[in-house]
């Protein structure tokens, strides 16, 4: 019985390793990742199509709504797909259980008391971290290329080219994540979609403020005509302006914005650190019910004051 659980062990051991170098590697191919993405990114765009034309208006995202447990999954998978699309729904659910659940066993095993061993689960969120980071860095890397492809744009259709080909030559020039959502946008026109339908799928893939006035601007256009080539100008210039007094306001707040953190992780960091040391110390905590009412006040106010200094240092630019 010892031998297959030192096996077991083994296992959860080698595939968190694997999912660990999955997670955290930097040498993955950008033309395999972004090939990946425009494949996840057409899917989507076509099954929104389709429950357009079922439906008679609105996206899967609003059909699938009906089932209880769905729109976690879209949730999940939109996070993902924002985070660089390297790992698919079912491979991040077995990396969390893996983590999770090995590092309960190591602990279990090592102290043979399941209450000390329950800290140990937390290495099973450690892919949601890494998603939420990687997918704020990513969209923040697109917002920073944004007045770039717009100049581009701009220079191509002043040039004598369609919009279209605008997002093509943005899609051949700039690098992810701008140049691969573009190339996609131009695709899927390419097969036959609406333009303003090919933004709209945009703006449900990436999470940016600035896009709604880009297809505004598309759809005015279209309408009523005009020239899009100085609008688009314009709004290039805006949007870099604005970028730089963001950029200089975030760096201002930045030591508040630590500050907070530094604290909030405090107390949770030295409750974990007690319970392993000295967890007779803690226990009544665990015990009594008084306890979980202090415990829990405790953890509200740490995160009401993590969130009161976060909108202290959050300036809107």
Not at 68 to 96: C, D, N
Not at 110 to 127: H, M, N, S
Request: aromatic share 8%; hydrophobic share 50%.
């Amino acid at each position: 019985m010892q031998f297959m659980a030192f096996v077991l062990y083994f296992v959860a051991a080698l595939l968190a390793l694997e999912g660990l170098a999955a997670l955290f590697s930097k040498r993955a191919d950008p033309a395999r990742v972004r090939n990946r993405l425009t494949r996840l990114a057409t899917r989507i765009s076509h099954a929104d199509s389709q429950a357009e034309v079922k439906s008679g208006g609105g996206s899967i995202l609003r059909r699938r709504r009906g089932l209880h447990w769905m729109p976690i999954l879209l949730k999940l998978e939109l996070l993902l797909y924002r985070a660089g699309g390297t790992l698919g729904v079912r491979q991040f659910f077995s990396i969390s259980l893996v983590l999770g659940a090995g590092g309960f066993l190591a602990v279990f095993t090592l102290t043979g008391d399941p209450w000390r061993a329950i800290p140990a689960l937390l290495p099973g969120f450690l892919p949601l971290v890494w998603a939420r980071r990687k997918a704020n860095q990513r969209m923040r890397t697109f917002d920073e290329q944004l007045p770039d492809s717009l100049s581009l744009i701009t220079r191509s259709m002043r040039s004598g080219h369609s919009l279209v080909a605008g997002f093509q030559l943005v899609g051949e020039e700039l690098s992810d994540p701008i140049g691969t959502e573009f190339a996609i946008v131009a695709e899927e026109v390419r097969l036959g979609l609406e333009v303003r339908e090919g933004l709209a799928n945009l703006m449900n893939r990436v999470e940016n403020p600035d896009l709604p006035y880009l297809t505004t601007a598309v759809v005015i256009q279209r309408q009523t005509g005009g020239n899009l080539a100085e609008l688009l100008d314009r709004l290039s210039t805006l949007l870099r302006e604005r970028g730089q007094f963001a950029g200089r306001v975030r760096a201002m707040t930045a030591q508040g914005r630590g500050a907070a953190t530094f604290l909030a992780c405090w107390m949770p960091l030295i409750i974990v650190v007690i319970w392993l040391m000295a967890p007779d110390y803690i226990m009544p905590l665990i015990e009594n019910t008084w306890g979980h009412i202090v415990l829990g006040g405790a953890f509200a106010i740490d995160l009401l004051a993590y969130y009161m200094a976060l909108q202290i240092a959050d300036v809107e630019a």
